[in-house]
Structure formats: C-alpha cells, structure tokens
C-alpha cells in the first residue's frame, strides 16, 4: 500500500497564484521529500525536509512536516508555467533513505 | 544531471515474451532501483539493489527478476511478459548519504 497520499489529485490555478499542494503518511519517518515530474519526464528532486525540522524553504518552494499529524505540505508562491507538472511525496518510513514510498501524486496546472 | 541513462525507451512486445530493461549509471552510486508507474497508483518499488549482486525485493516485484553484475548495471527482467506489465518502468539512484534519488527518463512497455 502506499506510503504517502497527495492531496488534491489534480489543482488548476492562474499564474501568479499560490498552489498548496498536501501529502500524508502512514507510519513514521526519518525523511519526506518532495519531486516534480513533467509530462513525459522522469522525477526530478526538489526539497528533503528531515523529521526534526517543521518548515523548509528552496527558492519558491515552502515546505512544512507536522509529525504529529503524519502529513506534509508544499506550497509554491507565485506560480509560473513552467511550475505544470504532478508533484509527488516520498518516504522512507520501511528501511531508511535507500528505499523511498511514493504516494500517487498531485496534478498542477498552471493557467497563464 | 545525473548520469543514468535506460534503454530501451520504449518497447512494444507480446504476451509470454521476455523483456530485459536495462539501467546504465556513470556516477558509481551504490543504490539502483526500479519502479513502475501507473495511472492511479503513482510509482511503485519493484526491485532495488544496494550493491553489486546485492538486491532486494520491494512491494510489486512477482514476474519481474533483476540482476546487478556491475555497479554501473542494473537490469530488470520480466521472464514473460503479461498485459499487466504494461507500464512505464524508472530507474533511480542514489548514493544513500542524502536520500535524494535521481531518475532516468523512463522505459515504456506494452505487452500486446
């Protein structure tokens, strides 16, 4: 079973918007991270957030981890177009970091 | 990017036919792994390694086999292929100290 739920499935917003985007897990964690896919593409990584720490930026990207509540949010801040991909969370609840759990991923489109 | 390539890209095949995929890295990484991704179910651990001839099973791994002779190879086999094995398949890396996984690009595979 998976691991992690994004949350929505699919967010359409105009550009410019903000676009919060939430992940939740089952079981604990030592990491959760955060990858963007293109259409097409393979996942590329975008923010690791360790279990000790509750907020984490990268440029455009704010990422948060509530432990006690087993979830996780991405927010980027105004979006661009190039920002149209799905967004997937990972953990690595079972062995540590060598063996990541993908949750089924949240589908942004971004409107110019 | 990281140096991970797949091949082949993609490959249509028949029913009961084997298929060998294979992932190629040049950045001595020390995990390799293989996932599928579907509709509706995201990206799911097939098999992974953690060092040469050093592999584990991961949550969807029936029908499928690999083998890790080399650090730079990883092949994943599917002895005969099933309808329900169409899918794009990924490969990742990683060197383990930061639990980011870098992936390849994909290999789609129908199975007629």
């Known amino acids: 079973s998976q691991q992690g739920e994004e949350d929505p499935q699919a967010l359409s917003i105009q550009e410019g918007e903000n676009a919060t985007m939430n992940c939740s897990y089952k079981t604990s964690i030592n990491n959760l991270q955060w990858y963007r896919q293109n259409s097409g593409r393979g996942l590329v990584h975008l923010i690791l957030i360790r279990s000790n720490e509750r907020e984490k930026h990268s440029g455009r990207l704010r990422v948060t981890l509530d432990t006690s509540k087993k979830s996780s949010s991405l927010l980027i801040t105004a979006s661009r177009a190039a920002d149209t991909a799905s967004y997937f969370c990972?953990?690595?609840?079972?062995?540590?970091?060598?063996?990541?759990?993908f949750g089924t991923g949240t589908r942004l489109t971004i409107i110019p | 990017d990281a140096g991970i390539t797949q091949s082949p890209r993609h490959k249509v095949t028949e029913t009961g036919t084997p298929v060998t995929l294979r992932c190629h890295q040049t950045?001595?990484?020390?995990?390799m792994y293989w996932y599928r991704q579907d509709p509706g179910h995201g990206l799911r651990l097939i098999h992974y390694s953690y060092g040469v001839k050093d592999t584990d099973k991961g949550e969807v791994s029936d029908g499928y086999s690999v083998s890790r002779s080399k650090t730079e190879d990883f092949l994943l086999t599917l002895e005969s292929a099933t309808s329900s094995q169409t899918s794009v398949y990924f490969c990742?890396?990683?060197?383990?100290?930061?639990?980011?996984?870098?992936f390849g690009e994909g290999s789609r595979l129908t199975v007629l």
């Open positions: 990972a953990t690595d609840a079972n062995f540590g970091n060598e063996k990541l759990t």
């Open positions: 950045e001595n990484h020390r995990y």
């Open positions: 990742a890396i990683t060197s383990g100290s930061t639990g980011e996984l870098f």
